[in-house]
């Protein structure tokens, strides 16, 4: 939500911007005052904030189909909100792709890994990879203890 709501008033700022130039510093700055881009630049650090918070504990290939959502919904906005023309081929191309994280959405959040020189997998759980940051609770998650104990 947070990438299709500052997508969108970037988008909606940069219109009332209009173009501008890396050349010209001064346009830059009088883009990035515009209030729908500088909001657009806060919802998009917000994004960029939870998007490394989720990749700190589980992999790319189970993050970013679970942004995919996100085409969608930025194209129903920029077809109702900023009234955008979306034409049919590109309504295509959104439901092949949304169509094929469908494909690979269902897989694990962490891919399975093995602990130092045994076989036993770690757990799949953001506690768990948690965990294998720190040797104490990577020893403790190897013994099998109970989720919460510990310091």
């Known amino acids: 939500m ?3 709501a500052g997508d969108s008033m970037l988008s909606h700022g940069m ?3 209009g173009s501008i130039s890396l050349h010209h510093l001064q346009g830059v700055i009088f883009a990035v005052l515009n209030p729908w881009v ?3 630049i806060l919802f998009l650090l917000a994004f960029f904030a939870t998007y490394t918070n989720a990749l700190s504990w589980a992999d790319l290939t189970y ?3 679970a942004t995919a959502l996100g085409y969608v919904l930025l194209a129903l906005v920029a077809r109702f909100v900023l009234h955008e023309h979306i034409s049919p081929l590109r309504w295509l191309g959104i439901v092949l792709i949304t169509s094929g994280v469908g494909f690979v ?3 694990p959040a962490l891919t399975e890994h093995t602990v130092a020189k045994g076989s036993e997998p770690v757990e799949q759980m953001p506690a768990m990879a948690s965990a294998a940051r720190s040797p104490l609770l990577a020893k403790e998650a190897r013994n099998g203890a109970p989720r919460g104990v510990g310091l």
């Open 15 to 17: 219109k009332q911007t």
């Open 105 to 107: 959405a269902g897989g």
């Open 38 to 40: 500088a909001l657009g």
């Open 63 to 65: 993050v970013m189909p």
């Open 2 to 4: 947070f990438a299709v």
